[in-house]
């Protein structure tokens, strides 16, 4: 039943592996996939006297009596940097900054498209935890914000807090922060459909690292129950007798203390036995999770295989085994459970309002955001979240991330939720229609067959 070939799927797996082909063939084509253009007006080569020397002395002075004044005379306000030392890329661990670009830059085109978020990628030549920190606090003037990706555990956690707290301008990590806002949206709509409560469900988290610390604690934070919660790392269930995490991994020593209430030892069948929904961050498959493992799941069982680039277990296989709903990360398989729905929104949110920090909170507004805007287009097994199509999600997501951020007093612009609409709306729709001009008039070449 694990194989493909066996349910007669060859075509399926064909088609799973066509995103690997073509990005073999249009990374060298494109040769990037962003770059930086002007959007000021150069009505001849005067201009640059207003643009550059002696002109731009004005408002450098400015800013120099008044630091605020970046956010009015500079990009600052809409610029972010995606920071990574390529440490745990994808699923495809320890490949180091260079060859982490390619995933950064496609960060920062997610960003741009459906956030209108300028975003710069920047991979950083250590792996040095002090250094990483010292660095990113040092390029503060010049950016809005800090989007952390790829970094390994457990240095991943205390880069976020470090520099949550000790910088001006909001940071947050994507792995961490935002794969959790849209796993609990996908969660919150997923649950609706099966007829189950998140207080009343045992959820089993396989992969213990920094996406599922995050999420534990999310969900527990939105109402999950922590005594019937397992997480699994590669040695089996968490709980209180893990001699080897205790004093060595903080972030997974306390979720052996808040979870498993029973204190049960055993291994990812185990824990996947009886459980109503599981919730996988781990080993790219498929093969990693087991049909006979979902067959021995609750009735309605929820299951998202999450890891990139392939999930731990084909959506149809896992479908054949018996779980009801199913995700996966990828947006070529129904019910995507991407980050891609959530940070471009986040950012959007907390640039508009000059917030200079992302809390819990945020995110979870932006997840009760997402699941509620699927809701109102109807849910089902096969739709959980909106799509990376439905564009007019991101500038109301957006809009009640900014307005939280107020309520909190994180923000140091107050706008009404109007006003904050309209803001979100036509940034975003700016972007695309950059990008479909550029198309339209080739200057963005046609991909080629």
């Keep these: 039943m694990s194989s ?69 005379f500079t990009n600052k306000w809409n610029t972010i940097a995606v920071v990574s030392d390529g440490t745990r890329v994808l699923g495809l661990g320890n490949i180091g900054p260079l060859a982490a670009i390619p ?22 030549g250590t792996e040095d935890k002090e250094l990483f920190i010292q660095t990113v606090k040092l390029l503060q003037p010049s950016f809005g914000g800090f989007n952390l990706e790829d970094i390994s555990q457990p240095k991943c956690f205390d880069i976020l807090y470090r520099l949550r707290n000790e910088c001006t301008v909001p940071v947050w990590h994507d792995d961490q922060q935002g794969t959790a806002l849209v796993t609990l ?68 020593w306390e979720l052996c203390e808040k979870t498993n209430k029973e204190n049960v030892s055993g291994s990812i069948a185990d824990a996947m036995a009886g459980t109503d ?17 979902v067959e021995k799941m609750s009735k309605d069982a929820i299951l998202f295989a999450c890891a990139n680039p392939t999930p731990e277990i084909w959506p ?7 779980a009801r709903v199913v995700a996966t990360g990828r947006s070529d398989f129904p019910n995507q459970v ?57 500038p109301i997501v957006a809009t009640d991330v900014g307005m939280k951020a107020i309520e909190q007093k994180v923000a140091m612009k107050t706008l009404t939720r109007d006003a904050l609409y309209k803001t979100a709306y036509d940034i975003i729709a700016r972007a695309r229609k950059e990008t479909q001009l550029l198309m339209s008039s080739g200057i963005i070449p046609a991909a080629p067959k």
């Design 4 to 72: 493909p070939k066996n349910l007669n799927d060859e075509k399926l797996v064909q088609q799973s592996n066509k995103p690997k082909e073509d990005s073999m063939k249009l990374h060298p084509f494109y040769r990037g996939k962003t770059e930086v253009v002007p959007k000021c007006c150069i009505r001849d080569i005067n201009d640059f006297a207003i643009w550059y020397t002696p002109g731009v002395a004005e408002p450098c002075m400015a800013i120099n009596r008044d630091p605020k004044l970046a956010y009015e």
């Design 103 to 124: 995933v950064m830059e496609g960060k920062a085109l997610i960003f741009k498209y459906l956030g209108g978020v300028d975003a710069v990628p920047i991979c950083l």
């Design 185 to 252: 949206a996908g969660l919150i709509n997923a649950l609706k459909v099966v007829g189950k409560k998140m207080s009343d469900v045992k959820i089993t988290l396989i992969g213990a690292g920094s996406a599922n610390v995050c999420i534990a604690r999310l969900l527990m934070f939105y109402g999950a129950n922590a005594g019937k919660m397992m997480v699994c790392d590669s040695k089996g269930i968490l709980n209180r007798k893990r001699a080897d995490i205790k004093g060595r991994y903080p972030e997974k």
């Design 277 to 293: 929904v599981v919730i996988s961050l781990s080993t790219p498959g498929p093969d990693v999770i087991k049909p006979e493992w």
């Design 316 to 322: 149809w296989v896992a479908k054949e085994a018996g």
């Design 338 to 394: 991407n980050n891609s729905l959530g940070f471009p929104a986040v950012f959007r949110g907390v640039l508009d309002v000059q917030a200079q920090y992302i809390t819990d909170e945020m995110c979870i507004t932006a997840a009760e955001g997402l699941a509620r805007y699927a809701e109102k287009s109807g849910i089902s097994e096969n739709r959980l979240l909106p799509t990376m199509d439905e564009w007019e999600v991101i």
